[in-house]
Protein backbone atom coordinates (compact mmCIF):
# COMPACT_ATOMS: atom_id res chain seq x y z
CA UNK A 1 0.00 0.00 0.00
CA UNK A 2 1.46 3.21 -1.22
CA UNK A 3 0.86 6.58 1.13
CA UNK A 4 0.65 9.79 -0.55
CA UNK A 5 0.94 13.56 1.63
CA UNK A 6 0.42 16.65 -0.12
CA UNK A 7 1.47 19.99 1.42
CA UNK A 8 2.05 23.21 0.24
CA UNK A 9 -1.44 24.33 -0.11
CA UNK A 10 -2.44 28.50 1.34
CA UNK A 11 -4.02 31.58 0.45
CA UNK A 12 -2.06 34.11 -2.38
CA UNK A 13 -3.54 36.78 -3.82
CA UNK A 14 -4.02 36.52 -7.70
CA UNK A 15 -0.81 36.75 -9.98
CA UNK A 16 1.34 35.04 -6.95
CA UNK A 17 2.61 31.53 -6.67
CA UNK A 18 2.71 27.98 -4.59
CA UNK A 19 4.37 24.96 -4.77
CA UNK A 20 2.61 22.04 -3.52
CA UNK A 21 4.69 18.53 -2.71
CA UNK A 22 3.20 15.09 -3.10
CA UNK A 23 5.50 12.73 -0.84
CA UNK A 24 4.81 8.54 -1.18
CA UNK A 25 5.92 6.38 1.03
CA UNK A 26 5.13 2.43 1.22
CA UNK A 27 4.55 0.26 -1.49
CA UNK A 28 5.73 2.11 -4.73
CA UNK A 29 6.95 -0.28 -6.77
CA UNK A 30 3.95 0.07 -9.08
CA UNK A 31 3.78 3.59 -9.26
CA UNK A 32 4.77 4.89 -12.80
CA UNK A 33 2.96 8.34 -13.08
CA UNK A 34 2.08 10.68 -10.32
CA UNK A 35 -0.70 12.89 -10.65
CA UNK A 36 -2.48 15.92 -9.33
CA UNK A 37 -6.33 16.69 -9.33
CA UNK A 38 -7.74 19.48 -7.62
CA UNK A 39 -11.73 19.88 -6.72
CA UNK A 40 -13.56 22.78 -6.00
CA UNK A 41 -16.29 23.15 -4.15
CA UNK A 42 -19.46 22.17 -5.77
CA UNK A 43 -18.02 20.40 -8.45
CA UNK A 44 -16.35 16.97 -9.87
CA UNK A 45 -12.49 16.40 -9.20
CA UNK A 46 -10.59 17.25 -12.22
CA UNK A 47 -7.44 16.52 -13.81
CA UNK A 48 -4.51 19.40 -13.64
CA UNK A 49 -0.98 17.46 -14.28
CA UNK A 50 0.82 14.35 -14.63
CA UNK A 51 4.40 13.06 -14.78
CA UNK A 52 5.98 9.63 -15.14
CA UNK A 53 8.87 8.44 -12.65
CA UNK A 54 11.02 7.24 -14.96
CA UNK A 55 11.13 8.21 -18.42
CA UNK A 56 10.34 12.16 -18.65
CA UNK A 57 7.19 12.52 -19.60
CA UNK A 58 4.25 15.25 -18.50
CA UNK A 59 0.89 16.46 -19.38
CA UNK A 60 -0.92 19.14 -18.55
CA UNK A 61 -4.79 20.17 -18.15
CA UNK A 62 -5.46 22.89 -20.98
CA UNK A 63 -6.41 25.51 -17.98
CA UNK A 64 -3.29 24.91 -16.45
CA UNK A 65 -0.50 24.91 -19.37
CA UNK A 66 2.29 27.60 -19.40
CA UNK A 67 1.02 28.55 -15.75
CA UNK A 68 2.20 25.38 -13.65
CA UNK A 69 4.93 22.90 -14.13
CA UNK A 70 4.91 19.22 -12.36
CA UNK A 71 8.33 18.08 -11.78
CA UNK A 72 9.69 15.15 -9.74
CA UNK A 73 12.61 13.89 -7.28
CA UNK A 74 13.12 10.73 -7.75
CA UNK A 75 15.47 10.18 -5.01
CA UNK A 76 13.05 11.59 -2.48
CA UNK A 77 9.89 10.04 -3.89
CA UNK A 78 8.20 13.23 -3.89
CA UNK A 79 6.33 15.07 -6.96
CA UNK A 80 6.25 18.85 -6.79
CA UNK A 81 3.18 21.27 -8.54
CA UNK A 82 4.39 24.86 -9.19
CA UNK A 83 1.89 27.27 -9.94
CA UNK A 84 2.30 30.44 -11.07
CA UNK A 85 -0.16 33.50 -11.93
CA UNK A 86 -3.13 32.09 -9.76
CA UNK A 87 -5.87 32.55 -10.54
CA UNK A 88 -9.04 32.85 -8.14
CA UNK A 89 -10.86 29.63 -10.55
CA UNK A 90 -7.39 27.82 -9.33
CA UNK A 91 -8.87 27.96 -5.67
CA UNK A 92 -9.82 24.15 -4.95
CA UNK A 93 -8.35 21.10 -3.39
CA UNK A 94 -5.92 19.84 -4.13
CA UNK A 95 -4.90 16.15 -4.54
CA UNK A 96 -2.34 14.01 -5.85
CA UNK A 97 -2.31 10.38 -6.76
CA UNK A 98 -0.54 7.48 -8.86
CA UNK A 99 -1.15 5.58 -11.54
CA UNK A 100 0.06 1.93 -13.40
CA UNK A 101 -0.52 3.60 -16.15
CA UNK A 102 1.27 6.03 -18.26
CA UNK A 103 0.00 9.38 -18.07
CA UNK A 104 -3.38 9.20 -18.06
CA UNK A 105 -5.88 11.61 -17.07
CA UNK A 106 -8.65 9.31 -16.14
CA UNK A 107 -9.50 9.65 -12.45
CA UNK A 108 -10.51 6.54 -12.28
CA UNK A 109 -6.90 5.02 -13.07
CA UNK A 110 -5.74 6.77 -10.01
CA UNK A 111 -5.64 5.29 -6.96
CA UNK A 112 -3.84 5.90 -3.62
CA UNK A 113 -5.38 9.04 -3.12
CA UNK A 114 -3.83 11.87 -0.46
CA UNK A 115 -5.97 13.73 1.77
CA UNK A 116 -5.57 17.22 -0.39
CA UNK A 117 -3.90 20.29 0.73
CA UNK A 118 -6.62 23.49 0.22
CA UNK A 119 -5.29 26.44 -2.24
CA UNK A 120 -7.17 29.61 -2.27
CA UNK A 121 -6.27 32.38 -4.80
CA UNK A 122 -8.22 35.56 -3.48
CA UNK A 123 -8.88 38.41 -6.42
Known amino acids: QVQLVESGGGLVQAGGSLRLSCAAS????????MGWFRQAPGKERDFVAAITWSAPGTLYADPVKGRFTISADNAKNTVYLQMNSLKPEDTAVYYC??????????????WGWGQGTQVTVSS
Open 26 to 33: GRTLRMWT
Open 97 to 110: ATSSRVLTMAESDY
